[in-house]
């Protein structure tokens, strides 16, 4: 597995003490804006604390920036031009490349939005890909892909994407994926902080360019279900006290890299804490099985046993396992017990 270190030395030229701000330009190509929805939700730190705490000025962003028209496209272009330094630019959504490389199905500000994707990028110190589909293509790249969409440096999991392969921002780092769908609001501030307050050496990319601190565990990892899993007692219908939601409604929360139950959403509650299965929205095959009808919200099987097991299981010796699991539990294990 490569793993990126962030050490960027330009950085080291553009001295924090004399940059007093650091400038994000926030654009949205193919979204729904869930990541955006999410963004604003950001509690530990707020898109306040961002503004008042940690020096982040939002040049443009599709819910906050106050500029229209002429004056955006104004900015838009001082950055390109070098005029107004841009620090980070955030990037959100697919870049839509429909029809036929053109992205005229994707106009902003009088240009294709992959013009500006471009154009941004090469001038930027970091970009940030936030959510699925900004950073490998998400749902809307499905086949059979009809916006041509593709994220930043991936299409799923191959490597190359809009920017390509060997993209590196100005300080000589690759796009830096927070994936999701959406990403937790505080993976995205706290990433931000980071880069703002010269502290992303504490970062380590994984092989899909997702920040370690983030996506190194599972969403198994803190799940107050773990017990019923070792037990293979299993959840029957959404939102029930008990169980695991592994081995009937199909939770990929062992496959999962992802923090969600370690920085709970909203401080309070993951999906596997209510009752909802992990869809595994944070790896680049999310959707999965491009949600043929049968395989969401259901466990595929084969002779009773999940096809798909935790990573760097033995499938005989999983299938051994579960059924002395079955055997061993306990009668408490059918219970109801807080999930939250
Ligand atoms: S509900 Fe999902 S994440 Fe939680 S223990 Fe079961 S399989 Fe793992
Ligand atoms: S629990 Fe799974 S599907 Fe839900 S946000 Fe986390 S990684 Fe995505």
């Not at 780092?173 to 993976?187: F, K, L, M, S, T």
Request: some cysteine; glycine content about 8%; overall charge positive.
């Amino acid at each position: 597995m490569r793993l990126y270190k962030l050490r960027h030395p330009s950085f080291a030229l553009y001295p924090k003490q004399l940059r007093l701000m650091t400038n994000i330009i926030w654009l949205q190509g193919g979204a729904c804006s869930g990541n955006t929805m999410s963004f604003l939700n950001a509690e530990e730190p707020t898109v306040c604390d961002l503004v008042t705490d940690f020096g982040i000025k939002i040049l443009w962003h599709p819910s906050l920036g106050l500029e229209l028209g002429d004056n955006l496209q104004s900015l838009l272009w001082d950055c390109i031009l070098g005029k107004i330094p841009l620090d980070i630019f955030v990037f959100e959504g697919t870049v839509v490349n429909a029809p036929n490389g053109t992205g005229e199905w994707n106009r902003f500000a009088h240009r294709p939005m992959k013009n500006w994707v471009s154009d941004l990028a090469k001038v930027a110190k970091f970009v940030v890909a936030v959510g699925d589909c900004a950073s490998w293509g998400g749902i809307p790249a499905m086949a059979p892909n009809p916006t041509e969409s593709q994220g930043l440096q991936f299409l799923k999991r191959q490597k190359g994407g809009f920017l390509g392969a060997d993209y590196r921002s100005q300080a000589g780092v690759p796009v830096i994926n927070i994936p999701g769908c959406p990403a937790h609001p505080d993976w995205i501030t706290q990433i931000l902080v980071a880069i703002a307050t010269g502290r992303l050496d504490d970062i380590t990319l994984d092989e899909f360019h997702r920040p370690q601190t983030f996506f190194k565990t599972f969403t198994q990892t803190g799940c107050t279900r773990n017990i019923h899993f070792a037990y293979k007692a299993t959840t029957a219908e959404f939102g029930q006290r008990k169980g695991c939601l592994f081995y009937d409604l199909g939770c990929r929360g062992p496959m999962t890299h992802s923090s969600c139950n370690r920085i709970l959403w909203n401080r309070v509650s993951s999906k596997t804490r209510a009752g909802m299965p992990c869809l595994g929205c944070t790896e680049p095959e999310f959707p999965f099985h491009d949600l043929k009808p049968g395989t969401v919200f259901k466990t595929q099987t084969v002779m009773g046993v999940p096809k798909e097991i935790p990573p760097g299981m033995k499938k005989k010796e999983y299938a051994l396992l579960t059924v002395v699991a079955k055997d061993a539990a306990p009668d408490w294990a059918d219970e109801e017990f807080f999930t939250v």
